[in-house]
């Protein structure tokens, strides 16, 4: 079973910084069967950093215009368009893949509660108390 999950990724530290982060959380040997189940489209995993930044300075270039944070597209011509939706339209490419590889789906999804991911996991964790600093 697979769960797809949208983010902004602009978090401070700059946009390599970002991608650094998520394309090692991506490719989590202990989630990923040691590498096995990582996979990719027009880049390779080892690179995928380079190349994003690349397709970036290459937007720039053909454009003129430096669009900051944006992901731009495959073409480099154009910016990545999210689109209301999206979600749900990821999902059913998740769960296409899942069905072609024998794996279960979530079969009746709920509708997003609204509640941004720290607020729901932050529900599940114990309460705790502030750590005081010695005086």
């Avoid at 902004?8 to 530290?13: D, L, P, Q, R, V």
């Avoid at 944070?69 to 999206?86: I, T």
Wanted: hydrophobic content about 25%.
């Amino acid at each position: 079973m697979a769960t797809t999950w949208l983010k902004s990724i602009h978090k401070g530290g700059g946009i390599a910084a970002a991608l650094g982060l998520s394309v090692d959380y991506i490719s989590d040997s202990d989630k990923t069967n040691e590498g096995e189940l990582i996979d990719s489209y027009e880049c390779d995993p080892r690179t995928a950093v380079s190349e994003f930044l690349m397709s970036k300075r290459e937007y720039e270039h053909i454009t003129g215009r430096n669009q900051g944070n944006n992901s731009v597209n495959l073409n480099c011509d154009g910016k990545y368009q999210d689109f209301k939706r999206s979600a749900i339209a990821l999902r059913r490419v998740s769960d296409q893949i899942c069905i072609e590889h024998g794996l279960s789906i979530i079969k009746n999804p709920g509708l997003s509660q609204g509640r941004n991911r720290s607020d729901y996991l932050g529900e599940q964790k114990p309460k705790t108390r502030p750590c005081l600093k010695n005086q």
